[in-house]
């Protein structure tokens, strides 16, 4: 049962170039776009917003907006995460990223999650990840060879297990639901 109140929905952006982030995002990473149109902005100039979902059920997920300013001290976006539904969904990702150019991947462990670090075309970093059945401390972070399939989660448990606060996420996942105060039966 998730905390009451609020939940994540979606996110906008500024870009340079929408249409290069609009294929980028509907091309490599499937999203579709659900409308597009223009609206002032600060200054009166229109500025074009590009919406963009990967689930039926969320008019959108990303907004891009143009107006990005061309000279940056340095990106303000850390990462946009998304989250695979399998490791062999992620491991497929890989592949097509590499078969397309894509020479800025960085694939890691998290010790409680396996990512692909790879940038859009504007820089923003993006992490395309798939969480793993158990828990460790965090920050962590090691490089991980996603080539061989076969054997990839039983090298992942195995570099879990030696990392400090392993256990079953299903344990870790009770303890936040009570520090959170939405364990079950709970009262709000």
């Given at each position: 049962?998730?905390r009451?109140g609020?939940?994540?929905s979606?996110?906008?952006?500024?870009?340079n170039?929408?249409a290069?982030?609009?294929?980028?995002?509907?091309?490599?990473?499937?999203?579709?776009?659900?409308?597009?149109?223009q609206?002032?902005?600060?200054?009166?100039?229109?500025m074009?917003?590009?919406?963009?979902s990967r689930?039926?059920?969320?008019?959108h997920?990303?907004?891009?907006?143009t107006?990005?300013?061309?000279?940056?001290?340095f990106?303000?976006?850390?990462?946009?995460s998304?989250?695979?539904?399998?490791?062999?969904?992620?491991?497929?990702?890989?592949?097509?990223?590499?078969?397309?150019?894509m020479t800025?991947?960085?694939?890691?462990?998290?010790?409680n999650a396996?990512s692909?670090y790879?940038?859009?075309?504007?820089g923003?970093?993006?992490?395309?990840?798939f969480?793993?059945?158990?828990?460790?401390?965090?920050?962590?972070?090691?490089?991980?060879?996603l080539a061989?399939e076969?054997?990839?989660m039983?090298r992942?448990?195995?570099?879990?297990?030696?990392l400090?606060g392993?256990?079953?996420r299903?344990?870790?996942r009770?303890?936040?639901?009570?520090?959170?105060?939405?364990?079950?039966?709970?009262?709000?």
């Amino acid at each position: 049962m998730p905390r009451p109140g609020f939940s994540f929905s979606h996110f906008g952006m500024y870009v340079n170039d929408v249409a290069k982030v609009e294929d980028f995002y509907t091309r490599i990473l499937d999203f579709t776009v659900t409308d597009r149109g223009q609206l002032p902005g600060p200054n009166g100039t229109p500025m074009d917003l590009v919406f963009l979902s990967r689930d039926p059920d969320e008019h959108h997920q990303i907004v891009l907006i143009t107006g990005r300013p061309e000279a940056l001290a340095f990106n303000p976006i850390n990462q946009i995460s998304l989250k695979a539904d399998s490791l062999k969904t992620l491991c497929a990702m890989y592949r097509t990223l590499m078969a397309g150019g894509m020479t800025a991947l960085v694939p890691v462990t998290h010790g409680n999650a396996v990512s692909i670090y790879v940038p859009d075309p504007e820089g923003n970093r993006l992490e395309l990840y798939f969480d793993l059945p158990w828990y460790v401390s965090q920050p962590m972070r090691v490089s991980i060879d996603l080539a061989d399939e076969a054997t990839l989660m039983q090298r992942l448990e195995a570099h879990a297990r030696s990392l400090p606060g392993f256990k079953p996420r299903s344990e870790w996942r009770a303890e936040m639901a009570r520090r959170m105060g939405v364990e079950q039966g709970a009262k709000h």
